[in-house]
């Protein structure tokens, strides 16, 4: 399973070769736009310094598979996680139990010298080992499950559950902006955001919603895509006099 979610695609957004970075700069704001990816951001868009990509719905950057966690991974990253846990949890009960008959019901107690056979020695020395080193790593996947348990049933990533402001409050932020008079063209000199598109996990508010919405993803959008989204959002919002040729692109 480590493998598998470290092979995945995270959500990498792909560069449109066709389309030309400077002439986007005209159109988008600069906080929707990537310079070092040379793309369109999705509004629940991370760029990772350590990939060195953009990664869609970017959660963070695992070392343990040397992988980032974003929308094209994250089913497989949580299903990893909790095996992790339900192992880590067997093993330590089985510790627990073993300590049990090694010490207290004391079950070796027929051999006798049992304490100078080098291999009762090592027997006790490698389940102490194995204990410790068990107790250590269930702690902190346990946690790791906890909160992806709760990123899961929230909808939200890592990056937006602990973050001053997340993508549902700017993406309010940005309707209410839009709704005022006078909104674009007093505010971003009529320059289109990507947080005009609505990315929610649960647009239904289902009870299974965020469950379906963060495991089961739809795929990337591609650039081309994007452009339309942002397009069809302000139109729809009544501001055809924003919107941008897609023609001025390339």
Known sequence: MCCLVWLSDPGVIKKDTELDFVKLLDSFEASSLCPDCSIIRTPRCRHCTLCGNCVDRYDHHCP??????????FARFYIFVFVQSIYLFSVFVVSIYYFKLEFFDDVYALHENREKQPWDRCRRAAGIIMTMITVTFLVSVMFLCMVTTGNLFR?????ERFARTNYKQLHAMHKETMSMELSYTMAVKQRQSIMSIDDNTNPKNLMCGNLTGMCCASGILPQQEIIKRVQEAYEAEGKENTTVDESTFF
């Open 64 to 73: 343990w598979v040397n992988n980032c966690i974003g929308k094209g991974n």
């Open 155 to 159: 909808g939200e990533t890592t990056c």
